[in-house]
């Protein structure tokens, strides 16, 4: 994760966006690898943090439309939804897909902190502060199924 500071509202929601379209790719892996086990309850709750970060990135595209988005060459690569190597090709029970799940949410939550306190423009950290607040309601779903499943 990078801790350059975010400067600007365009590069601000090219950042963002790239976070929430990684994790509706994992949540729908991540979805599908649970019914695949046969745990429908890990399964839903996988399926509906997906529609909700689906929520986000639409809400996001559609408040970047008309900004000049920093190519994707130019940007820094800021932060993996999930670390490749705890969850590629891994069989993964649901414990174990909750915790990379909630770790990676705690890393959006950092990153969008590190954002919220670093970014000279007013507006970008009020924008990490309200991106915040997303991270942690799926950070507190994941963990609420986690204790119940007993992790």
């Keep these: 994760m990078s801790l350059r500071p975010i400067r600007s509202v365009p590069e601000f929601y090219a950042s963002a966006i790239a976070i929430e379209h990684d994790a509706i790719a994992c949540y729908t892996e991540f979805a599908q690898r649970m019914e695949a086990l046969g745990n429908a309850e890990t399964a839903e709750l ?29 940007r820094e690569p800021r932060t993996a939804f999930v670390d490749a190597n705890a969850a590629n090709g891994a069989v993964l029970n649901p414990l174990g897909a909750l915790q990379i799940a909630m770790g990676a949410e705690r890393r959006a939550v950092s990153f969008y902190q590190n954002v919220s306190l670093t970014s000279p423009d007013p507006v970008v950290r009020e924008l990490a502060e309200g991106m915040i607040l997303e991270e942690f309601e799926h950070l507190r779903l994941l963990e609420r199924l986690s204790a119940r499943l007993g992790g």
Excluded: W
């Excluded at 809400?59 to 988005?69: I, S, V």
């Design 46 to 74: 996988f399926r509906e943090i997906a529609r909700q970060e689906e929520g986000h990135a639409s809400e996001l595209e559609r408040c970047a439309d008309g900004c000049q988005m920093p190519s994707s060459a130019s």
